[in-house]
């Protein structure tokens, strides 16, 4: 008999022998097998509470592409509140080169900052995404978009208003905040779509696809908005930050000082402003060495030009990650950007909905 043709009967013996005697009771505690091959992260949710009242899930995988890893994000719910919360995401910096969900400047514990705005009232969402080694531009917009409308199909899950979304971010997390808030409906930074799940039909339409990923804030931190721009405001740094190797480049896939225009207008959040992008909260050190504040500067009057509500803080004699020349200078401007981008989220943003 060939091995082929015996199988059919093979199993029927072994279903046989599994449900006959001992064997009975051991398959009642077998594994459930699917029908189909299961492809899901299944290990246990990692849940932690912090104070006041907030819960914290950990890696929540917001996204599968073809060929990448899982993207996931954190959520923060404020557990001690009753009603329908506004959704506060939070996009981490690092050069779009390097970065997680769980780190901000000099904060020793960004995940406590985090919980400590849920605790006022709000989801907040810190997200991950594809990295420049990973996937050069668009890819890490699509994903923070990709994101928001995730976050938003599963509103009624975790009790958010979806009808109330703010995006913050600093440094690489800025200017994709910024991209994020300023090109809604853009065609060319449309989230990829998302790998099939098991079992689904592929062109399936899942719920997060009916879902717009415009957005009713923005707070950035220290952001680039316009790459046409970048190296002439750098000044020394300006040949160093056009080349191949810099983080602008490595992001962009071409090198910044001879990018094709319509590449650094793609990537540019200065390039989609108009008078129906949301209101603006801009922080910026004055003596960023990484970012010139001109940007920031410019990005301000460019808003204001449009007729957009906007506010800029510039936090005088720090750099980069409002890094000042001293601990207490450093502290200071951090715990002051904390205190005015908490005060913008909760004068836009309002409170919890009964």
């Not at 316009?226 to 190296?231: A, E, G």
């Not at 191949?244 to 910044?256: D, F, H, Q, R, T």
Request: net charge neutral; with cysteine.
């Amino acid at each position: 008999m060939r091995l082929g043709n015996a199988r059919p009967a093979m199993l029927a013996i072994a279903a046989a022998m599994l449900m006959s005697g001992g064997l009975a009771a051991a398959a009642e505690s077998a594994p459930p097998v699917a029908a189909h091959p299961v492809l899901e992260d299944r290990y246990p949710e990692r849940v932690t509470s912090f104070p006041q009242g907030v819960l914290g899930r950990a890696d929540l995988v917001y996204s599968v592409l073809p060929g990448f890893r899982p993207l996931r994000l954190d959520l923060y719910e404020p557990t001690g509140k009753p009603g329908s919360h506004p959704l506060v995401v939070f996009i981490h910096g690092g050069g779009w080169l390097s970065g997680h969900t769980r780190h901000s400047g000099a904060f020793e514990n960004w995940p406590e900052v985090l919980a400590s705005l849920a605790a006022k009232g709000y989801v907040v969402a810190s997200v991950e995404y594809r990295l420049s080694s990973e996937a050069r531009f668009p890819a890490a917009i699509q994903d923070i978009k990709a994101a928001i409308r995730w976050l938003r199909a599963h509103a009624t899950e975790y009790g958010m208003d979806k009808s109330r979304t703010l995006v913050w971010g600093g440094s690489a997390g800025g200017q994709l905040a910024a991209l994020a808030a300023t090109s809604c409906g853009a065609p060319a930074l449309e989230p990829q779509p998302v790998a099939p799940q098991p079992g689904r039909v592929q062109g399936t339409v899942k719920p997060e696809d009916k879902e717009s990923d415009c957005v009713q804030g923005l707070v950035t931190w220290y952001g680039i908005f316009d790459f046409s721009t970048l190296v002439t405001q750098s000044g020394t740094r300006g040949r160093e930050v056009g080349t191949a190797g810099s983080s602008p480049s490595v992001y962009l896939g071409c090198a910044l000082s001879s990018c094709p225009t319509a590449v650094l207008a793609a990537a540019s959040a200065a390039h989609y402003v108009d008078s129906k992008d949301p209101p603006a909260l801009i922080i910026h050190g004055s003596d960023d060495r990484t970012v010139p504040v001109q940007q920031s500067r410019d990005f301000y009057a460019l808003l204001k030009s449009k007729g957009v509500a906007v506010e800029l803080v510039e936090i005088p004699g720090v750099d980069h990650s409002f890094i000042g020349s001293t601990p207490e200078a450093t502290r200071a401007a951090s715990l002051l950007a904390l205190q005015k981008t908490f005060g913008f989220i909760e004068r836009t943003l309002g409170g919890a909905q009964q």
